[in-house]
């Protein structure tokens, strides 16, 4: 058979066993898929969502190191890829890590707040709170529409350039 065209249909299998609640077995699939095709940057990225849905989080980092060290991953991929270790490194306790991983995620992708949001909740749990809080002020200023806010944009940036140490 074509391995493209099985690799394609078996990862949609594992795809839909996570989507579908079913992360152990997802695990399993994507686990043999890895095996099978080790050079395959996706392949690793899906492995490690799983891994990270099914609370194995350990695993999950070592699939997201190899999914940001092979070529291939979309820009979409990349980001969630980066976001998602980022996380699990945070969650794991490795705060530097997971705050140098979420810094180059905002460096590479500025036009998605999550990766702000992400990254302060890492800067927090790392123990700069100040930092954590002047990068929620900035992302609250920067993304909401609300009127109550707009109104004091003003005095909002400038304590987040306070707590950034700007």
Request: charged content about 25%; overall charge negative; proline content about 4%.
């Amino acid at each position: 058979m074509n391995a493209p065209v099985e690799l394609d249909r078996e990862m949609r299998e594992a795809i839909g066993l996570r989507d579908g609640g079913q992360f152990e077995q997802s695990c399993a699939a994507f686990q043999d898929l890895a095996r099978r095709f080790p050079d395959s940057a996706e392949v690793s990225f899906q492995a490690a969502w799983s891994h990270d849905r099914a609370g194995r989080e350990e695993e999950a980092c070592g699939y997201y190191e190899r999914a940001l060290q092979l070529p291939g991953l979309s820009r979409e991929d990349l980001q969630g890829a980066l976001l998602g270790l980022g996380s699990t490194y945070r969650v794991l306790g490795r705060h530097d890590e997971s705050v140098a991983t979420l810094e180059r995620a905002v460096k590479e992708f500025p036009d998605f707040p999550a990766l702000r949001a992400f990254l302060a909740i890492s800067y927090f749990s790392a123990g700069s709170q100040e930092k954590a809080l002047g990068i929620m002020l900035n992302l609250l200023a920067d993304t909401s529409s609300d009127p109550s806010v707009e109104e004091y944009l003003r005095p909002i940036r400038q304590y987040a350039e306070e707590f950034l140490g700007h």
